[in-house]
C-alpha cells in the first residue's frame, strides 16, 4: 500500500502565480484532510472532507479551495500566491471511526517569492 | 475554543535518560488523544493514541503515555532515551477533526 501520496515535494512559486496539490490515498477512507505545518506553530487545518462531494472548511482556509471528486483524491489549490503561504502542507486521511488516527503524507514544502 | 498546549518547545536529555513531553488539552469532552513524531524532511508518524479505557497506553518505539482526566493531560513518556528518538513531537486531540499543538523538539546528547 502506497498510503497517502503528496505531489510535488517541493515548489517555488512566484506571488500571484496559482497551483495545485495533489493528494491520494489508496486505503479506502472517506476522512481526508489539509494542514499547514508553520515553525512553533504546530499543524493549523485548512480544509477537510468527510467523503466524495463533501468538504468544509477548517481554521484556516483562506486563499486555498479544495474539491473531491472522488474517495481517493483531495487536491488544494492556491489561486493568487502569497509570501504568507510559504509553509508545508500535509494531507492526511482517516477511516470513519477517528479513533484510528490519520495517516499523513510526506507533505509538499512550498515557497512563494 | 478547542487547543493543545505543549509547554516545552526543546527538551534536551541524555542518551539512556529517562523522558517525559508535557500535553495539555482544552475540550468540551473527552477527545481521542494521540501522540505523533515527525523526523526532519518528514511526515507525521502515529506513536500512540487513547480514547476510552486504561488510562496508561502503550505505543510504538518503547513510548507509553497517561491519560489524566483531572488534569486535562496526556504527556508522553520513555524510561530510557536513543539517539534516534531526537525529532518533533506532536500532540494532538479531538474528534474527526484534530487540533495539534505546537510541538515539541527533543534534543538527545551523548
Known amino acids: 500500500n502506497a498510503g497517502v501520496t503528496q505531489t510535488p515535494k517541493f515548489r517555488i512559486l512566484k506571488i500571484g502565480q496559482s497551483m495545485t496539490l495533489q493528494c491520494t490515498q489508496d486505503?479506502?477512507?472517506?476522512?481526508m484532510y489539509w494542514y499547514r505545518q508553520d515553525p512553533g506553530m504546530g499543524l493549523k487545518l485548512i480544509y477537510y472532507?468527510?467523503?466524495?462531494?463533501?468538504?468544509d472548511k477548517g481554521e484556516v482556509p483562506n486563499g486555498y479551495n479544495v474539491s473531491r471528486s472522488t474517495t481517493e483524491d483531495f487536491p488544494l489549490r492556491l489561486e493568487l500566491a502569497a509570501p504568507s503561504q510559504t509553509s508545508v502542507y500535509f494531507c492526511?486521511?482517516?477511516?470513519?471511526?477517528?479513533?484510528?488516527?490519520?495517516?499523513f503524507g510526506s507533505g509538499t514544502r512550498l515557497t512563494v517569492v | 475554543a478547542q487547543s493543545v498546549t505543549q509547554p516545552d518547545i526543546h527538551i534536551t536529555v541524555s542518551e539512556g535518560a529517562s523522558l517525559e513531553l508535557r500535553c495539555n488539552y482544552s475540550?468540551?469532552?473527552?477527545?481521542?488523544l494521540f501522540w505523533y513524531v515527525q523526523s526532519p524532511g518528514q511526515g507525521l508518524q502515529l506513536l500512540l493514541k487513547?480514547?476510552?479505557?486504561?488510562?496508561l497506553v502503550q505505543g510504538i518505539k518503547g513510548f507509553e503515555a497517561e491519560f489524566k482526566r483531572s488534569q486535562s493531560s496526556f504527556n508522553l513518556r520513555k524510561p530510557s532515551v536513543h539517539w534516534s528518538d531526537a525529532a518533533e513531537y506532536f500532540c494532538?486531540?479531538?474528534?474527526?477533526?484534530?487540533?495539534f499543538g505546537a510541538g515539541t523538539i527533543l534534543r538527545v546528547k551523548s
Open positions: 492526511a486521511s482517516s477511516q470513519i471511526q477517528s479513533n484510528y488516527g490519520y495517516t
Open positions: 487513547y480514547f476510552s479505557g486504561d488510562t
Open positions: 472532507s468527510v467523503g466524495a462531494g463533501i468538504t
Open positions: 494532538a486531540a479531538g474528534g474527526n477533526k484534530l487540533v
Open positions: 475540550y468540551g469532552a473527552t477527545p481521542y
Open positions: 486505503m479506502n477512507h472517506n476522512y
